[in-house]
């Protein structure tokens, strides 16, 4: 498992309170976009957002909101449709300002939050029969999908959990 390192020089970011917003839903921030741009630089499983220049706008979401009960802090979504015709980005990512700031995260909590919905934009290599011979930009779900509580009660019980056992050790997530 290959594993980057923070830098010293880490773009310090600052979440923005309710009234930074004067009522929109979401807020452009320099320093969270320079965030994002050091994080695609700095881990390798990222280069495809650099090398088919994928375009990505990153912003605040004023309420980060709940899925089933528990905060959502980010979300890493493709517009289309309307949204699509006012973000010309190809991928949008959204951090919840209310959310992250509850949790007081740091400057490298968000920098994990925005690798993590980062690799929720892939690429897809043209198929043979595409005409027009060109790749695309894709969302991308999660690899794998467990309850923590399930790896704890039970263990590892399938081949990629033991692997995924494996990686968390080696990062230092669990024990």
Not at 27 to 42: I, K, M, N, S
Not at 71 to 77: E, G, I, L, S, Y
Not at 131 to 144: F, N, S, T, Y
Not at 150 to 166: I, M, Q, S
């Amino acid at each position: 498992m290959t594993t980057a390192t923070a830098t010293a020089e880490r773009i310090a970011v600052q979440v923005p309170a309710e009234m930074d917003f004067m009522g929109a839903d979401f807020l452009a921030d320099t320093a969270l976009t320079e965030l994002f741009a050091e994080v695609v630089e700095q881990y390798p499983r990222l280069q495809h957002i650099i090398d088919h220049d994928i375009s990505v706008s990153v912003l605040w979401k004023r309420k980060g909101g709940k899925k089933q009960g528990a905060p959502t802090f980010a979300k890493c979504v493709k517009p289309s449709g309307l949204a699509g015709h006012f973000c010309p980005a190809a991928f949008a990512i959204w951090l919840g300002a209310d959310t992250i700031a509850e949790q007081e995260w740091t400057t490298e909590q968000i920098a994990k939050l925005l690798y993590h919905e980062a690799r929720h934009i892939g690429w897809q290599d043209p198929d043979e029969d595409d005409e027009d011979g060109e790749g695309k930009a894709i969302i991308l779900g999660h690899d794998v999908e467990l309850f923590v509580g399930e790896v704890e009660d039970t263990g590892a019980w399938e081949h990629f959990r033991r692997e995924l056992g494996k990686d968390f050790q080696q990062a230092g997530l669990f024990g």
